[in-house]
């Protein structure tokens, strides 16, 4: 039974489905539920330090359910998608519902869209990695399949990096910054693997030509079925989905950096270049994206098998709590500027 800890993951789009047959002001459940109820859980469940045995490494390795428990998303947040673009378009909401709607569809987007690609896109199998890539479809952040594999894992915790946030930087900047810099490197490092690849640009192979325009043909054709309200829910729905993303990427890697060696290469990531939380609720409905030292560690290794490492930076909190604070600059640098390492701190000067 304890496998199927991780259908908490699934209370987000439940949540979010309450707020769209209830209406009214219920259509806030989401954000209240994803940045209300779900701090308050974390702060009153403990802490789980312990690592898996290498007997139960083994068992969850193979156990389809974990992979199973990441596909179920596709359905569900597509569904969602659907059935709230089709009851907007009817024009059956007052402008207050439809924030709230944005709102709700947008965190799932973001929790069990966005999150759930970037587990699945660092599989080699590949209609995990086509799951992943249309995951990332209605948030218009496909380019971050290639960014985030080829950049970010090479870069992260280097000031090279748009995903990690730089000491004393506020959230709000960090999201301007990350988001216009992903999206340049993204082209960059997909031409960079066309000349290596030497296929054309119109190839199949080339992500970024097909992602722009598959991304142009989902709006089109909300736009052309449902009509332009539609068209602005959907769009506005990506936004709140990617700052949502942006916001647990300013969190993941806050103020630290790697050394520069002699050679002019960077020491390469370790446990201590990601911040990492232990907080279970976080933990669960995050499909155990908070181990993130690990995951760094060894991109490869799936989400149930992550473990905690004792050199990595500790958050005081949760990801969704953490996500509130740094909201709040001035809380965010009061709780965390004095975890960061001094030695990672004096190469930020």
């Excluded at 330090?49 to 947040?77: M, T």
């Excluded at 722009?212 to 936004?239: E, P």
Aim: charged content about 15%.
């Amino acid at each position: 039974m304890k496998d199927l800890k991780y259908l908490a993951a699934f209370s987000t789009p439940l949540v979010a489905v309450l707020a769209l047959c209830l209406g009214g002001y219920y259509t806030f459940l989401t954000p209240i539920y994803a940045f209300g109820v779900i701090p308050i859980m974390e702060l009153i469940f403990p802490q789980n330090i312990e690592n898996l045995s290498k007997e139960e490494v083994e068992q969850k390795s193979v156990n389809p359910i974990f992979d199973w428990l990441l596909y179920l998303n596709i359905p569900v947040v597509f569904g969602l998608l659907i059935v709230t673009l089709l009851n907007v378009s009817t024009g059956m909401y007052e402008t207050f519902e439809i924030i709230g709607l944005i709102f709700s569809t947008g965190i799932v987007l973001g929790s069990n869209g966005i999150n759930v690609a970037h587990e699945l896109g660092h599989r080699q199998k590949q209609y995990e990695q086509l799951m992943a890539k249309l995951l990332l479809l209605p948030s218009m952040y496909m380019h971050f399949f290639v960014e985030h594999n080829f950049g970010h894992h090479l870069h992260a915790a280097t000031k090279e990096d748009p995903a990690t946030a730089r000491y004393n930087q506020v959230v709000y900047s960090f999201w301007f910054t990350s988001t216009a810099r992903q999206y340049m490197n993204a082209w960059k490092i997909q031409q960079n693997l066309r000349l290596r690849g030497k296929y054309s640009f119109f190839s199949l192979k080339n992500n970024m030509f097909w992602f722009t325009l598959l991304q142009i043909y989902y709006l089109a054709i909300v736009f052309y079925f449902l009509g332009s309200l539609a068209l602005l829910f959907a769009l506005a729905s990506a936004v709140v989905s990617f700052l949502l993303l942006e916001t647990i990427n300013y969190i993941e890697h806050y103020g630290l950096l790697r050394k520069k060696l002699t050679s002019g290469r960077y020491e390469r990531v370790r446990e201590i270049h990601s911040w990492n939380s232990n907080h279970v609720i976080g933990r669960i409905v995050l499909y155990e994206l908070t181990r993130h030292s690990d995951h760094h560690y060894k991109a490869s290794k799936k989400y149930q098998l992550l473990d905690c490492h004792e050199k990595s930076p500790q958050m005081p909190y949760g990801y969704p709590t953490s996500m509130v604070m740094a909201l709040i600059p001035p809380l965010w640098f009061k709780v965390m500027n004095k975890r960061i390492p001094s030695d990672m701190v004096s190469l930020t000067k």
